[in-house]
């Protein structure tokens, strides 16, 4: 059985399935030796490298799409790796066998909460996609409070240097002092984009967290820098919502599936661990990083 090349790399977690073709078109893939072209299928014998790694795609493994969800604390990256040396998010998380974490948005320096993260570039991306329209709910601590007059600008549209942008829901919180608290929630994921619709109406947000991602909430108990693994009915739930059809489970004429893994690839012994809730990385109080 073989398969599109630009999928087994995106299964793989190494980018979407179009961030895949940019690659292939690049020249950064190469199988059987020679570089790979667009519209190129692989089966489990073919030989794969991306720039010059080489990747093992045995025919007796079937992907097992894992979701992430992971309780960010302010002052971590979410990126792989940062020239200043600061913390990322990754520094916490598992390690995978065959693949790699994708984190699905990003949440900036400043921002805690609830952020996502799979092994499967496609669902990634789908989850990403503007045509999605999914629900982030924020928790946002604003010095001052919100004039009837700038709620209604901030549901209605605020012209930003991007493109006009808009809450779909603003509803107040709670709050003593200087400090009030409101809910609000959006369809999109711009950088920066609740802070900035806030400094448009001329209010400071002093605190952001989000606390949803579509039909995902993060759960009262889940501590700052730990994650845990998405139970199967509240995951299949987040598949459903972007119409994602879960690559681990069999086809139903049983023809077997491809999937990548990487030649260094330990053996899995903490997968039983890695479904405890909730965890904590490497960094975690008296926790081991779960490694898988």
Same mark, same amino acid.
């Given at each position: 059985?073989?398969?599109?090349?630009?999928?087994?790399?995106?299964? #793989?977690?190494?980018?979407? /399935?179009?961030?895949?073709?940019? $690659? &292939? *078109?690049? =020249? +950064?893939?190469?199988? %059987?030796?020679?570089?790979?072209?667009?519209?190129?299928?692989?089966?489990?014998?073919?030989?794969?490298?991306?720039?010059?790694?080489?990747?093992?795609?045995?025919?007796?493994?079937?992907?097992?799409?894992?979701?992430?969800?992971?309780?960010?604390?302010?002052?971590?990256?979410?990126?792989?790796?940062?020239?200043?040396?600061?913390?990322?998010? #990754?520094?916490?998380?598992? /390690?995978?066998?065959?693949?790699? $974490? &994708? *984190?699905? =948005? +990003?949440?900036?320096? %400043?921002?805690?909460?609830?952020?996502?993260?799979?092994?499967?570039?496609?669902?990634?991306?789908?989850?990403?996609?503007?045509?999605?329209?999914?629900?982030?709910?924020?928790?946002?601590?604003?010095?001052?409070?919100?004039?009837?007059?700038?709620?209604?600008?901030?549901?209605?549209?605020?012209?930003?240097?991007?493109?006009?942008?808009?809450?779909?829901?603003?509803?107040?919180?709670?709050?003593?002092?200087?400090?009030?608290?409101?809910?609000?929630?959006?369809?999109?994921?711009?950088?920066?984009?609740?802070?900035?619709?806030?400094?448009?109406?001329?209010?400071?947000?002093?605190?952001?967290?989000?606390?949803?991602?579509?039909?995902?909430?993060?759960?009262?108990?889940?501590?700052?820098?730990?994650?845990?693994?998405?139970?199967?009915?509240?995951?299949?739930?987040?598949?459903?919502?972007?119409?994602?059809?879960?690559?681990?489970?069999?086809?139903?004429?049983?023809?077997?599936?491809?999937?990548?893994?990487?030649?260094?690839?330990?053996?899995?012994?903490?997968?039983?661990?890695?479904?405890?809730?909730?965890?904590?990385?490497?960094?975690?109080?008296?926790?081991?990083?779960?490694?898988?």
């Amino acid at each position: 059985m073989d398969e599109k090349l630009q999928k087994v790399l995106a299964r #793989f977690g190494l980018g979407s /399935r179009r961030l895949m073709e940019e $690659w &292939i *078109a690049a =020249g +950064r893939v190469v199988v %059987n030796g020679q570089p790979a072209k667009l519209g190129d299928r692989v089966t489990a014998q073919d030989k794969i490298a991306v720039d010059g790694e080489a990747l093992r795609i045995p025919s007796w493994v079937r992907p097992r799409l894992r979701v992430l969800r992971y309780h960010k604390p302010a002052g971590e990256l979410t990126t792989r790796s940062d020239p200043a040396g600061r913390p990322t998010v #990754f520094d916490r998380l598992p /390690r995978l066998r065959g693949s790699r $974490w &994708i *984190a699905v =948005g +990003r949440l900036d320096y %400043n921002t805690e909460g609830l952020l996502l993260l799979t092994n499967d570039g496609d669902l990634a991306n789908a989850l990403m996609h503007p045509r999605a329209g999914i629900e982030r709910e924020y928790a946002v601590r604003v010095l001052g409070e919100v004039s009837p007059e700038q709620q209604v600008r901030l549901l209605q549209g605020v012209a930003l240097e991007d493109g006009e942008a808009h809450f779909v829901t603003l509803q107040e919180a709670g709050g003593e002092g200087a400090n009030r608290w409101y809910h609000v929630t959006l369809a999109e994921g711009r950088n920066r984009e609740v802070r900035r619709l806030f400094e448009a109406v001329g209010l400071t947000v002093s605190r952001l967290i989000r606390v949803r991602y579509g039909v995902v909430e993060m759960p009262r108990l889940l501590k700052t820098g730990y994650f845990d693994e998405l139970p199967d009915e509240e995951r299949e739930a987040l598949l459903a919502s972007v119409q994602w059809v879960n690559p681990a489970i069999p086809p139903s004429d049983g023809v077997e599936r491809v999937t990548a893994s990487l030649p260094d690839a330990r053996k899995n012994n903490s997968r039983r661990e890695a479904r405890q809730t909730p965890s904590r990385g490497r960094t975690g109080q008296g926790r081991r990083a779960v490694r898988d």
